[in-house]
């Protein structure tokens, strides 16, 4: 039996709403999720980050484009309720009470397209975040910025308690930009990776998967070059630079989408056999082991919290450059 969503005086929760491209989040009470079936629960939100993806498509420059949105697909929160389906004590301990971290992707994946019925992901048979029927939390369904959210219990994990744990305001960043790097360095093609962490969004999950893959800060002679280089930043200066620093047979990861399609020269590909992969987000596995990892080696993203009332604050410190991650603390 599905466990109810805990009760309120009148069944409403604060949320930041995006009602319109290039306009400010609103403030304003909207319904609390309902009881959760299937897969689903209901996560009491702890913290809530801002991710570049939230600015693009704040900005309307996104495929997505159905509105009204609340926003953020990267957060943490507390299990209020589970879905009939949920095991208790699955995937690394689901439980009532237990604090998770929440990844965007993918809500409700279809179970039957090549996608998920091929996933690599050997601990959700039937799910993938690549199904192109599944939702984006955030971006095609509500997200992380209101107090009470609804997720499907396979696109979160439980965060590590062990050595004091990992805090919420801590976790929300890596659900997107340290997930996406953890994943991007352990991409089957990459061995040992040049990261530029140009974008100050990730630079504490590409340091953490530089240790846990062994990477070391050997520089590249100039006649070899580099394994495989991570383009972060939406710049073609960016997408030139790791091009230069690869070796023959090398590999340049890609996990931004500029405005403006990035430059490839054909004569990289064809005479120096270089290949150009993305990645997307990554398995639950790499999830857990992301978490676990950042909790045994105390790394921390440098982070600004905000209340949820200040969230339009939050977003003029973004475009103003802050040089890490800002987060809706929902205790403040």
Known sequence: MANPAPPSDDGTMLAAVLERFGAPYTLKRVPRPGPPQGHDLVIKVLAASYCHTDAVFAAGNMSHKALPRVGSHEFAGEIVAMGPLVVPGDR???????????????????????????????????????????????????????????????????????????????????????????????????????????????????????????????????????????????????????????RNHGTLVVVSFPPTPFALKAQDVVFRDIAVVGTLLGSQRQLRDMLAFCTAHGVAAQVRTFPLRQVNELVEEYHRGFGGKLVVDMTL
């Open 92 to 246: 690394g301990g689901l439980d009532r009470g237990v604090r998770v971290g929440v990844v965007g992707l993918a809500y409700h994946p279809c179970g039957v397209c090549y996608e998920c019925t091929h996933s690599d992901d050997a601990d959700i048979p039937g799910y993938s975040v690549y199904c192109p029927r599944a939702t984006n939390l955030g971006l095609s369904r509500d997200g992380g910025f209101q107090e009470y959210c609804l997720v499907d219990s396979r696109q979160v994990a439980p965060l590590p308690v062990d050595g004091g744990g990992l805090s919420a305001v801590q976790a929300a960043p890596m659900m997107c930009a340290g997930l996406t790097i953890w994943a991007a360095l352990q991409h089957p093609r990459v061995r040992a990776a040049c990261c530029g962490a140009w974008c100050g969004t990730t630079w504490v999950a590409t340091a953490a998967a530089a240790v846990a893959t062994g990477a070391t800060d050997d520089q590249p002679n100039s006649e070899r070059g580099v394994d495989a280089a991570i383009v972060l930043p939406e710049a073609q200066e960016a997408f030139d630079t790791g091009m230069a620093l690869l």
